[in-house]
């Protein structure tokens, strides 16, 4: 498969020369080979054009069980036991049942924060499928599951695809491979999310995350471009670009709380810019933070789409607090708080450390000012 798309549109760009994409037209009549999955065909003759439409809120249209629906999302956190290191399968349900209660729109599995780089193809569905019967026990049968994805390798990640979809899962978020970037083509980038996104039974979303991806920062026109592929249905932005992330919104009519617009999912990537994201008309974020605090989460959202700025402001500014915590500590500090303040948590898998008693005590405090405000929720 060959694009017209140009290198400079993916690789490692500075903020500043990320422009706007003009209007161009866009046929998908090329991607379907042998075995693919068949969605409909959208076209867009300008990036305004009201035609434009790659909805997952108008599910029926694409035969999408659980519809993305605008809202705070949670890359869940893994779970094992602090002896074997085995799965512990029992707290990886009440975790997601824990977060549903909460209020979050759906749950993401096999993220950083879920250690899918840490286990087996077989864990790693078994996470799946346990946090999908979790849920659908509890009564949140409705609730999307959007699975990681990403490899190294055009096939391996088309097979991950097909086990989050055999598993349970509704979408999977996949980032772009990044291990020989070195002796990618120009094209490369682009092709590997075109191919993926033909071969996958289940609709994808684009994971733009820099340092998770040796540097590779695709730009707000290579995200328009692969947009209109019909099976593209959103995009995690953790660059923390808010300017891309404005274009995008433009480019795409973005799916927001109040207006559901193409339905395409612009989501931010973290909860530090929730405020940011929503303002500028994203459509929510996959944090991992609100896997400590996902009904302050929740509240932000809720503030910010009442209008009351003044108190969105307040409580943005706790959750960047907490979240510069998360941030720091990475899925060691979010478990060690989990431990400290919730009593259940553990430990990283090995080679990650464990934190000792000091640690864990400094953990726990990063954490108590937005924990009491969670509880007060």
């Not at 990403?150 to 772009?176: K, M, W």
Request: negative net charge; charged residues 20%; contains cysteine.
């Amino acid at each position: 498969m060959s694009t017209s798309f140009s290198y400079n549109l993916l690789l490692k760009m500075p903020p500043h020369n990320d422009a706007p994409s003009p209007p161009s037209s866009f046929s998908s009549s090329g991607f379907f080979g042998p075995g693919a999955v068949q969605v409909p065909s959208y076209t867009m003759s300008s990036y305004h054009d009201d035609d434009f439409d790659t909805s997952s809120i108008d599910s029926h249209d694409v035969g999408i069980r659980r519809p993305l629906m605008p809202g705070i999302y949670v890359p869940t956190t893994c779970f094992f036991d602090v002896e074997t290191e085995d799965l512990d399968l029992e707290t990886i349900a009440n975790h997601a049942i824990r977060l549903a209660v909460a209020g979050v729109q759906g749950i993401a599995t096999q993220g950083s924060n879920g250690e899918a780089v840490h286990m087996s193809h077989k864990e790693r569905n078994l996470v799946t499928s346990t946090t999908r019967k979790a849920l659908d026990d509890a009564g949140y049968g409705d609730m999307p599951i959007i699975v990681g994805c990403g490899s190294q390798s055009t096939r391996e990640t088309i097979e991950l695809c097909h086990d989050a979809a055999a598993t349970g899962g509704d979408y999977a978020l996949v980032l772009p491979p990044s291990y020989y970037s070195g002796l990618h083509a120009k094209d490369t980038v682009m092709n590997f999310f075109l191919d993926v996104a033909t071969a996958s039974p289940i609709p994808i979303l684009i994971y733009n995350f820099p340092p998770a991806a040796s540097g590779i920062d695709l730009s707000s026109d290579a995200i328009i471009e692969l947009a209109q592929h019909p099976n593209i249905v959103g995009c995690k932005l953790t660059c923390g670009n808010t300017g891309k992330l404005n274009r995008i919104v433009s480019a795409t009519r973005a799916a927001t709380p109040s207006e559901p617009g193409s339905g395409f999912m612009c989501m931010g990537g973290s909860a530090d810019f929730t405020l940011q994201t929503m303002l500028g008309g994203g459509s929510g974020v996959i944090g991992g933070f609100a896997n400590i605090a996902p009904k302050a989460c929740v509240r932000l959202v809720q503030l910010i789409e009442a209008g009351n700025l003044k108190e969105a402001r307040k409580l943005q500014a706790v959750i960047a607090r907490g979240d510069w915590a998360a941030i720091q500590g990475g899925v060691v500090g979010t478990k060690s708080a989990l431990q400290s303040h919730f009593g259940y948590g553990g430990y990283a898998r090995r080679p990650l450390p464990r934190p000792g008693k000091e640690e864990a005590a400094r953990w726990r405090e990063a954490f108590d000012e937005v924990v009491k405000l969670e509880r007060s929720l």
